[in-house]
């Protein structure tokens, strides 16, 4: 079965500061796709990124990065010189590759940016 | 950049009511996907729909649910006697191909509120 545990429940930074969310996932599977999607207080999913299993380049976006390992099965995500607006709820998700478009998701991380 | 659209916002009902929630997905898409967030939750896959018909669905996707893409535009979910743990955010998604190798397109959501 596949799993992604998101052990951070709540995060509080202050502004400019940085900031890494952890994501560990559970999958038998070989070839897998990861996402990263953030719920502002509005409450859409915002896509952020998407990696599938045989690309382990590390990425950057603005502010953004990623740190995919599959040797601890982590996809950690890190905001760079954070800002208020910033903070949301980061879901980590889950696909297999020969699947629909089944996402599994975490439980989510709350990130406060504070002022 | 195209979206999915999804109506009502908030839809608030009685225990034991039948409730319609309505998505219009992006235009060329061919796969349409319900997903679940109850309050301070994980989301939830609920069902996907291809062809006309249901191609996966979750255990929690029992008889009181049903989808239906009643023309060539809309993509409803359907709860035929609604109780209190079916109150939740309900999304609804769309992509062009099935699995990961293609971004899912979220909707903003519909908050059903069952009382």
């Given at each position: 079965a596949q799993k992604v545990t998101q052990a951070q429940t709540e995060i509080s930074v202050v502004e400019k500061e940085d900031v890494t969310l952890d994501c560990v996932y559970e999958t038998r599977d070989t070839t897998y796709y990861l996402f990263w999607y953030k719920q502002p207080p509005s409450g859409e999913l915002v896509f952020l990124i998407r990696r599938n299993s045989f690309d382990e380049q590390n990425e950057i976006s603005g502010r953004y990065s990623w740190n995919f390992q599959k040797s601890t099965s982590s996809f950690n995500f890190t905001i760079t010189a954070s800002q208020v607006v910033d903070s949301a709820v980061y879901f980590c998700a889950l696909i297999l590759m020969?699947?629909?478009?089944?996402l599994i998701f975490g439980s989510g991380t709350r990130l406060l940016v504070r002022p | 950049e195209p979206e999915v659209t999804q109506t009502p916002s908030h839809q608030v009902t009685q225990m034991g009511q039948e409730v319609i929630l309505r998505c219009v997905p992006i235009s060329n898409h061919l796969y349409f996907y319900w997903y679940r967030q109850i309050l301070g939750q994980k989301v939830e896959f609920l069902v996907s729909f291809y062809n006309n018909e249901i191609s996966e669905k979750s255990e929690i996707f029992d008889d009181q649910f049903s989808v239906e893409r009643p023309d060539g535009s809309n993509f409803t979910l359907k709860i035929r006697s609604t109780k209190l743990e079916d109150s939740a955010m309900y999304f609804c998604a769309s992509s062009g191909y099935s699995g990961g190798d293609e971004k899912l397109f979220f909707g903003s959501g519909t908050q059903l509120s069952v009382l």
């Open positions: 020969d699947s629909s478009y089944k | -």
